[in-house]
């Protein structure tokens, strides 16, 4: 079952050096195997010891946006976040597991501030409580608008910088998925409710 997953938008593409310290990075840090990654040595995410714990990871470089039509079904995303990323690192766990959403989030975090990037965490971040899906899946505008307005509250009262992305989804209904800075990250990996986005 898969897990988890986010993706660090990186505000240029990784070229020579910089793609070649990348790769030693992820080399130092994961130990490769079965066509993903396992965490080999997590005090250099800032994991504890027992993060070794966590199943595969799928880590790649990949083109921003990653699929046709992203920037019409977000219009406005690059502009909201100050730059067009110049190409993703995508990060997404195989298992679903606490600890498997630990590592992803310090995975992302250590990209972060490595890169002067950008997290997309792919979904709306849950730091209240809402039952799952049932907001969602209503037609009910008013409820949906309350529900993203009460998600909004809860992570713009957290450390750092998130913005709210506005989308519509399959159901004609609106949505929101979350995009934010290091220091949002670190305050959100702390935060009681922390989980990122299966």
Known sequence: MAGPVASVLLPAALTGADAA????????????????????????IGAPDS???????LIDRAPWPDYEGFEEDFPGFAESIGYRP???????????RPVDH??????????????????????????????????????DPGKIERTIAGL???????????????????????????VGDAEFLASWLSHPRFRMIK
């Open 102 to 139: 630990l590592v992803l989030g310090r995975v992302c975090l250590a990209l972060a501030r490595d890169h002067a990037a950008l997290v997309d965490f792919g979904g709306a971040l849950d730091a209240v409580g809402q039952p799952q899906g049932i907001d969602y899946l209503t037609e």
């Open 21 to 44: 310290a990348f790769d030693r990075w992820l080399n130092e840090v994961f130990a490769p195997h079965d066509g993903g990654w396992f965490l080999r040595a997590p005090a250099a």
């Open 51 to 57: 993060a070794t714990d966590a199943g595969r990871f």
């Open 86 to 96: 110049g190409e993703q690192i995508e990060v997404c766990a195989m298992v679903n």
């Open 152 to 178: 909004d509250a809860a992570v713009g009262g957290l450390e750092g910088r998130v913005w709210s992305m506005r989308y519509e989804t399959a159901r004609g209904t609106p949505w929101i998925t979350h």
